[in-house]
């Protein structure tokens, strides 16, 4: 393993960590301030990626990021209006099945509308190499770490200044106690919904530039999971620096395992990610910077 | 309220504790076995829909166990088939043990991995214990795709007891029946006994029953392996019900679909495993057959046939889950209710 190998690794998998941090943030934000975890957000990702796919068709890049970040947060509020209102207050099971279930509906509508076929973007980068410190990284990598930045600096002002943060986050804490100091639960429900379908639309256009889209990249998903549990699934910077790391692990270790074939261990890339999680489980069950929760008879 | 029959007293505690209690349910019961013993006359060449439900009956048992009664989440419940189902494939076919040997011997070996896989359940709760045992099915696959290379075919030779090979539907519903029942009223008789009651204990709140003096390790890990051993029997069925295993059988969807038909069922409920089974199977079976219908009715269907049954699934499961968040069990009960008081509503 020179070092040259090490850097090169490095820089690859900020560029890839950098997506699975956008869209573990699209976990975070629901996790952190609703307590449930969306199983079907890697399809959310993919329909994001696929609407703005299709929007490009028809308007300029930039028109068609909005609209596609618009209609992501409208799908956020149905879901959560004709979903999620209905099962308030239902076990921890329940909701993850009916994400799961959530997850099969947009599934089976992606497959139906757009097809098997991965669908790319025109090009709308400036294609090629960005070199950072002598070592090359694709354009998009270096897009998408930006916008991974941009949005935690984003969502760590708003939880920490705004009265919607706050109240987001007051819900997050004690639902009861905050509903009884007048948080509108059911508002910070929708907008947290709201938020994580746009989160995960960016992920998903970012992944449409870098790779395009097609409904089998839903393993994404998983992996961003792994990143957020990594991080702590309630810490939006831990989100983010979870997916960096996940990338890079999965880059370099994997990477490294697999040019190498240890013990006939080929496709180990694609494990790593599931790897760390069982042994961050193991060492810190709540993650690199989540919220210890102290458990009290 | 009292679902009791006028005059009808429980006047012991053996009465009391009896799982079918009036003479209604121990008709019923003798009806339902009667039914099922004669299911090939009334099913037809149907039968193979009873057999798969039968299969993911006793592993949605194991389940319903883990997670209805202990309260443990598991997201890789298809892994520990996979891992029974292997395991008696290797068992007939590499050492040549008989069925009846190799239902047994691969049953522990996924206890002693549900044993291995529920240490972690300690340390790890709820949403993140879902997420570990995701990890587990996943690493599980790996694992299993590495070990027989490719995709992880390996044909299984058909069952045979004691000179007698299961080759047919048929034959096997059969066998099938045997193991289904014996699994199902096992697992009705451990929920009513001592580690039943302890299990509970430790679903509604793990730390509580600590302090009660429950070992928490003896028993989180003990349900993990029951319900391990519960997917393993499903899985070594499974292995000489299909007689060519590939690792698609027991991907994360399978796990999915075990935790729709726990939920379905009913959680809490020993009947729901088996309400959930059935209408998990029915509903698949069904869409496989309403869905061509459909696209020869309207053939602008027939690009979305295949997505249409994934929707039409999802669908099916967030309404029921809306509709009652209690599963099929809780209709039931709710039904029972309405028959008991009919015509007044109370």
């Not at chain 1, 099962?87 to 757009?114: C, D, E, H, K, N």
């Not at chain 1, 991974?148 to 986050?169: D, K």
């Not at chain 2, 590499?94 to 240490?119: D, N, Q, S």
């Not at chain 2, 045997?178 to 009651?197: C, E, K």
């Amino acid at each position: 393993m020179t070092a040259e190998f090490l850097l090169n690794g490095l820089v690859n998998g900020i560029a890839v960590g950098s997506i699975y941090a956008l869209i573990a943030l699209g976990f975070a934000l629901l996790y952190k301030s609703t307590k449930i975890l969306n199983l079907a957000h890697g399809e959310l990702v993919l329909l994001g990626g696929y609407v703005a796919i299709a929007l490009t068709q028809v308007v300029p890049f930039p028109i068609a990021v909005v609209l596609t970040l618009g209609l992501a947060a409208l799908l956020g509020f149905a879901i959560e209006r004709v979903i999620m209102r209905p099962l308030f207050g239902q076990p921890l099971l329940s909701l993850i099945i009916v994400t799961l279930a959530l997850g099969y509906i947009i599934r089976g509508t992606m497959v139906g509308i757009w097809g098997g076929s991965t669908r790319t973007f025109p090009a709308v980068l400036p294609a090629g190499l960005v070199y950072i410190a002598g070592i090359p990284m694709q354009t998009v990598g270096a897009f998408s770490a930006a916008t991974a930045a941009v949005l935690l600096v984003v969502f760590w002002l708003f939880f920490r200044y705004s009265l919607a943060g706050i109240a987001m986050r007051a819900a997050a804490n004690e639902q009861l106690t905050a509903s009884t100091l007048g948080v509108s639960l059911r508002r910070v429900f929708a907008y947290a919904w709201a938020f994580a379908s746009a989160a995960g639309a960016i992920g998903g256009i970012l992944l449409g530039l870098w790779l395009g889209v097609n409904f089998a990249l839903g393993a994404v998903g998983l992996k961003a999971l792994a990143a957020g549990i990594l991080g702590g699934l309630d810490s939006i910077p831990g989100a983010i620096l979870g997916g960096l790391a996940i990338g890079v692990i999965e880059t370099v270790v994997g990477g490294y395992i697999d040019t190498n074939v240890i013990y006939g261990l080929y496709g180990f890339k694609d494990i790593i990610a599931f790897v760390v999680i069982l042994l961050v489980l193991l060492v810190r069950p709540y993650g690199l910077f989540g919220t210890e929760h102290i458990e009290r008879l | 309220m009292s679902d009791r029959p006028a005059g009808d007293f429980k006047t012991t505690y053996v009465q009391d504790m009896a799982i079918l209690d009036t003479r209604f349910y121990r008709v019923g019961f003798v009806c339902l076995l009667a039914g099922l013993a004669l299911a090939p006359l009334w099913l037809g060449r149907f039968i193979f829909v009873l057999n798969a439900i039968g299969i993911f009956a006793i592993g949605a048992c194991g389940l319903t166990l883990l997670t209805g009664f202990t309260g443990q989440i598991s997201l890789g419940h298809a892994a520990f088939m996979a891992i029974g189902a292997y395991a008696s494939a290797l068992l007939t076919q590499g050492w040549r043990l008989p069925f009846i040997l190799a239902l047994p011997l691969a049953t522990t070996i996924t206890f002693v991995c549900g044993i291995v896989v529920g240490l972690p359940s300690l340390r790890i709760k709820g949403l993140y214990l879902a997420i570990a045992t995701l990890a587990f099915q996943f690493l599980t696959e790996y694992a299993i795709i590495h070990a027989t290379g490719g995709i992880g075919a390996i044909p299984v030779p058909p069952a045979s007891i004691a000179g007698w090979t299961i080759r047919t539907e048929r034959q096997f519903y059969y066998l099938l029946l045997v193991v289904w029942v014996t699994s199902a009223v096992f697992a009705a008789n451990l929920v009513r006994s001592r580690i039943g009651l302890t299990l509970m204990a430790v679903r509604d709140r793990d730390y509580a029953a600590q302090v009660l003096g429950i070992n928490l390790l003896f028993y989180k890990t003990l349900a993990f392996g029951l319900a391990a051993s519960y997917a393993g029997i499903a899985g070594s069925l499974w292995a000489h019900y299909s007689r060519l295993l590939t690792t698609e059988q027991f991907t994360i969807g399978q796990s999915i679909d075990y935790v729709a038909m726990v939920v379905i069922g009913g959680l809490t409920s020993i009947w729901g495993p088996h309400l959930g089974a059935t209408v998990v199977v029915l509903l698949s079976q069904g869409l496989k057959i309403i869905t061509p219908m459909l696209v020869s009715i309207i053939p602008a269907f027939g690009k979305i046939a295949t997505p249409l049954r994934e929707i039409a699934f999802g669908v099916t499961l967030i309404g029921l889950l809306i509709w009652e968040p209690g599963g099929v069990a809780m209709l039931f009960k709710k039904l029972k209710r309405l028959l008991n008081l009919w015509p007044f509503a109370y």
